[in-house]
């Protein structure tokens, strides 16, 4: 179930709301929570529900016996097996296939690849309980002794599937002591609004025009970068407009998750870019990855090998496939360029010569995330920088890009990936704002019943 279906919209929320606002008292708000949490996961996955209760209760008791324990010995074997089985169950269940199918090629094998489904979300909530045990590790926070509490940290269907990776220390005392307010109610139903308009308005028409541009095979130098821009604004809306509601769900609530956006396509260098895109997942991989690893107060041969390691892992976080793998050590290469020789002249240049930069580096990224055959990638790449020549252009099977709607979610997409919008949600105009948000609702609502392709990026990690 999407947040931009009317089954979501129209009954599955508005049901969850009417019950959770009866009810008085913060247990049986929790439980409730709870229940929907795990019936919104159930929608689209019935068999895998069992699969996260399972790693609720496993987790929750593992957890508790790591905070108990005394002996330092124990409780370090204790945290390594908890880590080590969150782990397992993830390459199970999403990287299986991939090492079976790399291990046949690479040998010469035949080894017979089980069917496995990928759980929707796996990457998602298994690091937000890993962020958990962790936490309860380090003493930073207490094991959870409510299990109803801890089912919903994990399970709560605003970041349940697509994020955020909220920490654990971020809401542990709002699990039991939040308080729903109408200043935060009312910033929740904007802040959505605003994610949904993102998703159905921009996202799904350029989501469109990048697939029609790309499915035909062999395309030309301008048809692979209007593809390219329009897929890095997608993916981009996609993501960050679901962000965007998932945060707004929250604030509903009374829960207070952090930003994953803050403008990435300003950004002048990649180092910025990483600063800007998927925080909640770059600040993971800092804290309990980089940082374990030594960080950068290490020799540079070591500094390299970390922010390898960090990249490689990010990329396989993504997909069970090389080109994510590729993806991210392509930017781990990037960032060790700018790091030892590239960002001392990034920032005496012109900002406009640096943002070009950032955007076409970003771009190739794409290409490479976009594409699992090697082939077609490099296909891409060599028009885009027109090594293929301008290319054969059908002009006439790119007419049908020229409609309105199309060159609107274009040119829309390009300015607010600035922010030119900023200010939306502050109290300056209040309900001349809120009169736009309405109106900027009922249009999504009319482009969700007109629309048949609504492609959601991230459901595959």
Known sequence: ??????????????????CYFLAKKRKTRNIILLIFSLAFYAYGEPVYVFLMLFSIIGNFFLAKKI???KNKEKRKKVFI??????????????????????????????ITIPNILLPIGISFYTFQIMSYVISVYKKEVTAQKNIINLGCYITAFPQLIAGPIVRYETVSEELEKREENITDFSYGIRRFIIGL????????YLGYVASSIFSTGEVGFLPAWLGMISYALQIYYDFSGYSDMAIGLGRMMGFHFLENFNYPYVAKSITEFWRRWHISLSSFFKDYVYIP?????????????????????????????WNFILWGLYYGIILIIEKFFLKKYLDKIPSILS?????????????IFNNESLPTMLDILKSMFMLNGLGNIDYIKYLQLLDIKYILAIVLGAIFAFPVAKNLLNNNHKYLKD???IILFLISIISILNSTYSPFIYFRF
């Open 1 to 18: 179930m999407l947040f931009s279906d009317l089954t979501f919209l129209f009954l599955f929320f508005p049901a969850f709301l009417i």
């Open 435 to 437: 009169t736009l948000l």
């Open 67 to 69: 905070d108990s324990c």
């Open 293 to 321: 690893l030594g960080g950068n107060r290490v020799s540079k041969r070591k500094l390299v090998r970390n922010l390898l390691i960090v990249w490689a892992l990010t990329g396989l976080w993504h997909g069970a496939s």
């Open 355 to 367: 943002h070009i930069y950032a955007l076409i580096i970003i771009i190739i990224g794409w290409v």
């Open 81 to 110: 097996m908890t880590i080590f089985l969150n782990i397992l169950l993830l390459v199970i269940f999403k990287y299986t296939g991939f090492l079976i199918d790399s291990f046949n090629k690479i040998f010469s094998l035949n």
């Open 197 to 204: 308009a993102k998703k159905v308005l921009i996202a799904d």
